[in-house]
């Protein structure tokens, strides 16, 4: 597994420093017994998380190896059912693993069968899709719950409620009841509560999925603010909450990580067919054949200088990666429709050998099983090794 370099410290520290005093700690949870010069609990250290897990499941077993250096963000992708999820709650010691390690730092909480730490203890906190605020406590004590039963005072754990409450954009709110907040506004209070945990490291399990688009898009942009230099782990089912807030994207299927890269060139080049459905695009597998994609009637031509060396060599395995949006009928290869499918932009043209979208009017005289010709131009396509 490659592990870039840790490459946002400049967009972390400022936030995180202006944030409440972010400073060395010595370990997972210890942390936070030193008070900043201003009064406020300070923020641990971003701590490097070095995990093996490996749960054995009914049908396959979860192994994932995981490396993140402190302060990255790591998208986790895959179908239902990939393991995902058993993979943090793993992370976050609620499921026993069978084999493997985690590791926050040069501290071991976990080594199968023996060794294991409590959720906690842990210095990790998962956020989930349901925001699981204790129902009779006020916002601003459901944030101070944690530093409160770390044993810091009242006074001082309130006023740190309070102003994770504001950095959330949930300045007026302390006094309600989570009945009395809408699913937004209860899932920043979630927020406010893991990072008032102050956690070496942070999970996300689709913390956006049950909200409108509006809503999760003013979340989404307030999590990659509040967890800029946190080190993260955020399984989503949205290519674009991992765009806007991970560094590095791995592709997990059927309990194993098929791909590992930074999240655009894992969008740009997906390896299998999980990660192509993932970064919205079609993925062809055929050969490479005079510096073209052949895949039975179809041929392709690229303009791009690392899919033109990868189809120099005749006969290798290609996959021909581009946007349906892109994709042209009227000349080309010839295909029979499958089907049509409405989307949001025009309708979306699948053929026994590709796929189309194109504007509703051009598809409008379309019906299943007509012939049509078919291309993609050149400069948006990219051929990427298949195996
Ligand atoms: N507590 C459990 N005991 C046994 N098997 C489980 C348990 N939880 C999940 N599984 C199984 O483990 C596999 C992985 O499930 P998991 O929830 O980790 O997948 P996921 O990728 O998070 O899926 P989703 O995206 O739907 O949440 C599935 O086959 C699931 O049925």
Same mark, same amino acid.
């Given at each position: 597994?490659?592990?870039?370099?840790?490459?946002?410290?400049?967009?972390?520290?400022?936030?995180?420093?202006?944030?409440?005093?972010?400073?060395?700690?010595?370990?997972?949870?210890?942390?936070?017994?030193?008070?900043?010069?201003?009064?406020?609990?300070?923020?641990?250290?971003?701590?490097?998380?070095?995990?093996?897990?490996?749960?054995?499941?009914?049908?396959?077993?979860?192994?994932?190896?995981?490396?993140?250096?402190?302060?990255?963000?790591?998208?986790?992708?895959?179908?239902?059912?990939?393991?995902?999820?058993?993979?943090?709650?793993?992370?976050?010691?609620?499921?026993?693993?069978?084999?493997?390690?985690?590791?926050?730092?040069?501290?071991?909480?976990?080594?199968?069968?023996?060794?294991?730490?409590?959720?906690?203890?842990?210095?990790?906190?998962?956020?989930?899709?349901?925001?699981?605020?204790?129902?009779?406590?006020?916002?601003?004590?459901?944030?101070?719950?944690?530093?409160?039963?770390?044993? #810091?005072? $009242? +006074?001082?754990? %309130?006023?740190?409620?309070? *102003?994770? @409450?504001?950095? /959330?954009?949930?300045?007026?709110?302390?006094?309600?009841?989570?009945?009395?907040?809408?699913?937004?506004?209860?899932?920043?209070?979630?927020?406010?509560?893991?990072?008032?945990?102050?956690?070496?490291?942070?999970?996300?399990?689709?913390?956006?999925?049950?909200?409108?688009? #509006?809503? $999760? +898009?003013?979340? %989404?942009?307030?999590?990659? *603010?509040? @967890?800029?230099? /946190?080190?993260?782990?955020?399984?989503?089912?949205?290519?674009?909450?991992?765009?806007?807030?991970?560094?590095?994207?791995?592709?997990?299927?059927?309990?194993?990580?098929?791909?590992?890269?930074?999240?655009?060139?894992?969008l740009a080049?997906?390896?299998?067919?999980?990660?192509a459905?993932?970064a919205g695009v079609e993925r062809?597998?055929?050969?490479?054949?005079?510096?073209?994609?052949?895949?039975?009637?179809?041929?392709?031509?690229?303009?791009?200088?690392?899919?033109?060396?990868?189809?120099?060599?005749?006969?290798?395995?290609?996959?021909a990666v581009f946007r349906a949006a892109d994709a042209r009928?009227?000349?080309?290869?010839?295909?029979?429709?499958?089907?049509?499918?409405?989307?949001?932009t025009?309708?979306r043209?699948?053929?026994?050998?590709g796929v189309a979208e194109?504007?509703?009017?051009?598809?409008?005289?379309?019906?299943?099983?007509?012939?049509?010709?078919?291309?993609v131009p050149?400069?948006r396509v990219r051929?990427?090794?298949?195996?």
């Open positions: 597994m490659t592990t870039p370099d840790a490459g946002k410290p400049g967009r972390d520290r400022r936030d995180a420093d202006e944030a409440g005093g972010r400073r060395g700690s010595p370990g997972p949870r210890d942390a936070g017994t030193t008070a900043s010069r201003d009064g406020r609990m300070p923020l641990p250290d971003a701590a490097a998380l070095r995990a093996r897990v490996v749960v054995r499941r009914r049908d396959f077993t979860v192994d994932v190896a995981l490396d993140a250096t402190p302060g990255e963000t790591i998208a986790v992708m895959g179908r239902s059912g990939a393991g995902k999820s058993t993979l943090l709650t793993a992370l976050a010691g609620l499921t026993p693993l069978d084999k493997g390690e985690i590791a926050v730092d040069a501290h071991v909480l976990d080594r199968a069968p023996r060794l294991r730490t409590a959720p906690m203890h842990r210095g990790i906190v998962l956020l989930s899709q349901d925001a699981r605020l204790f129902p009779h406590l006020t916002a601003r004590e459901n944030v101070a719950f944690g530093p409160r039963s770390a044993g #810091v005072p $009242a +006074s001082m754990a %309130r006023a740190d409620a309070d *102003d994770w @409450l504001r950095r /959330v954009g949930l300045p007026d709110t302390g006094e309600r009841r989570p009945a009395q907040l809408s699913g937004g506004e209860q899932q920043r209070v979630a927020v406010a509560r893991a990072l008032a945990a102050q956690p070496r490291v942070v999970l996300l399990d689709e913390p956006l999925v049950a909200l409108d688009a #509006v809503t $999760a +898009s003013e979340i %989404r942009s307030m999590l990659r *603010d509040r @967890l800029a230099g /946190v080190t993260t782990i955020a399984v989503t089912h949205d290519a674009v909450d991992a765009a806007a807030l991970a560094d590095r994207l791995l592709i997990v299927e059927r309990g194993r990580v098929t791909q590992d890269g930074p999240v655009p060139e894992v080049a997906p390896a299998t067919e999980v990660a459905k993932i062809l597998v055929g050969a490479a054949q005079r510096g073209d994609f052949v895949r039975e009637g179809l041929r392709l031509t690229s303009t791009d200088a690392a899919s033109l060396a990868l189809a120099s060599t005749e006969g290798r395995a290609l996959a009928l009227g000349e080309g290869a010839t295909a029979t429709v499958s089907h049509l499918e409405p989307t949001p025009g309708v043209v699948v053929m026994d050998s194109v504007p509703a009017a051009e598809a409008a005289a379309l019906r299943p099983g007509d012939t049509v010709r078919w291309s050149p400069d051929f990427v090794a298949a195996s």
